[in-house]
């Protein structure tokens, strides 16, 4: 009864961090995660039963992919870059601005430029 509930909740929600939305859930080896109101992840087996109803209540949906990597950034933060993205026409990912950290090329410059 439980899987049911916990699988019920997910459905229709999408991940609070990019927006998937949840179909068919993979319990055996992609388990979604939640964001608790702390914004820390954690995985549903990590709370117990008794606290699911306030989970539901108070915790967003966050997909198996933005769980691990969120899972990555926490103890590792000086090792990522960080960029902004929205979904494109037809769903793909686009940088929402050119990445402060990226050097960009002017655009129609062919000629080398003096790095002296």
């Known amino acids: 009864m439980g899987w049911h ?3 019920d909740w ?8 990019c927006q998937k939305p949840f179909c068919e859930i993979h319990w055996l080896d992609r388990q979604p995660a ?6 820390n992840t954690a995985q549903r087996s990590e709370i117990p039963p008794e606290n699911w109803p306030y989970v539901f209540q108070n915790f ?3 997909c198996w992919n933005c769980f691990i ?3 990555y950034r926490r103890p590792h933060p000086e090792q990522l870059v960080d960029r902004r993205w929205e979904r494109g026409v037809g769903g793909a990912y686009v940088p929402k601005e050119p990445a402060d950290d990226v050097p960009q ?12």
């Open 34 to 39: 939640l964001r608790g109101p702390d914004r």
């Open 60 to 62: 967003l949906p966050v």
């Open 10 to 17: 997910y459905k229709g929600k999408s991940c609070a961090y």
């Open 105 to 116: 090329k002017p655009v129609g410059d062919n000629q080398p430029q003096d790095t002296h």
């Open 69 to 71: 990597a969120k899972s």
């Open 5 to 7: 509930m916990v699988d």
